[in-house]
Nanobody, 124 residues
Framework: QVQLTESGGGSVQAGDSLRLACAAS????????MSWFRQAPMKEREFVAN????????AYADSVKGRFTISRNSAKTMLYLQMNDLKPEDTAVYYC?????????????????WGQGTQVTVSS
């Protein structure tokens, strides 16, 4: 059974950094785009960033541009999200997701596999 497992979340102060990781088991996603999404309390899940099958970051949410960086290792077994200058509004559960295709956008319907999420809490 394919699983995506996120790690690296935690509680930090505003201005701190965190690096989230997402590991895939049972298969790799060499030909798939992957993304990070997040869901804040009482809000709908929203797109954060994605990367195409060639390991090229393709899009970031406006709210994280310049602060977050998505990447994947060359073997395409791990997905990362480097988060710098964190703000209280970044507080959310962060999910990684694997798309059905080599390219994908922000629509959740394009993603086939999802992790269980990792909590990020940023205090002011």
């Amino acid at each position: 059974q394919v699983q995506l497992t996120e790690s690296g979340g935690g509680s930090v102060q505003a201005g701190d950094s965190l690096r989230l990781a997402c590991a895939a088991s049972a298969r790799t996603f060499s030909n798939n785009a992957m993304s990070w999404f997040r869901q804040a309390p009482m809000k709908e899940r929203e797109f954060v960033a994605n990367i195409n099958w060639r390991n090229e970051p393709t899009a970031y949410a406006d709210s994280v541009k310049g602060r977050f960086t998505i990447s994947r290792n060359s073997a395409k077994t791990m997905l990362y999200l480097q988060m710098n200058d964190l703000k209280p509004e970044d507080t959310a559960v962060y999910y990684c997701a694997a798309a059905r295709g080599s390219f994908a956008g922000s629509g959740e319907e394009q993603y086939q596999y999802w992790g269980q999420g990792t909590q990020v809490t940023v205090s002011s």
